[in-house]
């Protein structure tokens, strides 16, 4: 018993040694390369203070201006919030040394140069780094240099490079113990409550969209000129022109001459109809979209949620449109009519049977 106690501890110390030397090799990086360390959630967030950023090159021009003499403590003791085995985010503005003016051409060569001339402790098996290198338009893996049109791709993007930590179910990979764990979460079956409605689901990630899509419709948009927040993009466009005479900016196709009031849609729109790329996946089943939004509308297919209520019938429905459809028949609403005869129906497959029931010679008409 002693024995195995021993070796468990000997264990331990090792993978706490290892820790601490891939995160002192993050350090050095961050204090010898002209890099950005930076955190994400919704906004690019600074490693050293509560600033944040909705682009990478405020970002950039704050961690210059305000930590740009920032030393491996002052390192040290921003990352202590972060997970030991957790790398650090950095976005690399170009492969200059800090220390002297040697030509680098790409990352590779600027850790080895930091070992070989200024005898730094960067670890080449595991450095602690995720690089990036995002522009205001741009958003490159410095690794292998494919561009990818948004943070969050390029950031899924990363797990294809760093495949240590492996999910036992699916096989996926990730590039931190974090990214694994929530997406083990995903597997999961149980009964998982909302803790705002009671309703119950067999997956955490189920209960989680359903919080998101039902209960937290936060307005998000705040105005950039005054205090108003909005619900959508859309809303707050629409103040902006009727109170701030603050025309629309439009994004347009860089393929035809089509423009758009987001560049959500811009890019949604290149990829159907020019790029013919399919960038969403369902994690559950093989669905995939081309755009976000038809993934989250996708996604309610797999969480039985039927939100959507019919007053007469009491019938409920996952989507409202399937509930307008629905009370067509409340309503008598026969929009589809027989050209051959003087019935008319509800829906259009019922209009489709009776004419392959009773007018098979006949052709069926477009409505």
């Known amino acids: 018993m002693e024995y195995l106690r021993g070796k468990t501890n000997k264990i331990l110390l090792r993978e706490i040694e290892q820790k601490r030397v891939i995160r002192e090799s993050a350090i050095a990086l961050i204090h010898c390369a002209n890099v950005c360390p930076f955190k994400f959630n919704r906004f690019f967030m600074c490693l050293y203070c509560p600033y944040r950023y909705r682009n990478m090159p405020e970002l950039v021009q704050h961690v210059e201006f305000q930590h740009k003499l920032a030393t491996e403590d002052d390192i040290r003791k921003s990352l202590i919030r972060l997970g030991r085995s957790q790398p650090v985010k950095i976005n690399i503005l170009d492969y200059a040394c800090k220390l002297c003016n040697d030509e680098i051409c790409n990352f590779e060569d600027l850790k080895n140069h930091l070992i070989g001339k200024h005898k730094k402790r960067v670890n080449l098996d595991n450095d602690g780094v995720l690089p990036y290198k995002i522009t205001e338009d741009e958003f490159i893996c410095v690794l292998c240099e494919k561009k990818l049109e948004q943070y969050n791709l390029l950031n899924r993007h990363m797990n294809e490079h760093y495949t240590k930590y492996i999910c036992d179910q699916c096989g996926a990979v990730f590039a931190s113990d974090i990214r694994l764990k929530a997406h083990v979460s995903s597997h999961e079956v149980g009964s998982y409550p909302c803790e705002k409605c009671g309703k119950v689901f067999t997956k955490c990630a189920y209960k989680q969209l359903h919080l998101?899509?039902?209960?937290?419709?936060?307005?998000?948009?705040?105005?950039?000129?005054?205090?108003?927040?909005?619900?959508?993009?859309?809303?707050?466009?629409?103040?902006?022109?009727?109170?701030?005479?603050?025309?629309?900016?439009?994004?347009?196709?860089?393929?035809?001459?089509?423009?758009?009031?987001?560049?959500?849609?811009?890019?949604?729109?290149?990829?159907?109809?020019?790029?013919?790329?399919?960038?969403?996946?369902?994690?559950?089943?093989?669905?995939?979209?081309?755009?976000?939004?038809?993934?989250?509308?996708?996604?309610?297919?797999?969480?039985?949620?039927?939100?959507?209520?019919?007053?007469v019938c009491k019938k409920t429905y996952a989507r409202k449109k399937t509930l307008t459809e629905h009370m067509r028949i409340h309503n008598n609403d026969r929009r589809f009519p027989c050209q051959y005869c003087d019935r008319a129906f509800i829906q259009k497959c019922s209009l489709k049977g009776h004419m392959k029931t009773h007018h098979k010679k006949f052709p069926m008409l477009q409505h």
């Open 212 to 311: 998101q899509t039902v209960h937290l419709k936060a307005k998000r948009n705040k105005c950039t000129i005054c205090d108003e927040t909005f619900r959508d993009y859309y809303q707050k466009q629409k103040h902006l022109l009727a109170v701030h005479g603050e025309k629309q900016k439009e994004y347009k196709c860089n393929f035809c001459s089509r423009s758009f009031v987001t560049s959500s849609n811009l890019r949604s729109h290149e990829r159907r109809n020019h790029i013919k790329s399919q960038t969403y996946t369902c994690d559950v089943c093989d669905y995939t979209s081309f755009s976000k939004d038809s993934l989250t509308r996708h996604l309610i297919c797999h969480t039985d949620e039927k939100n959507f209520k019919c007053q």
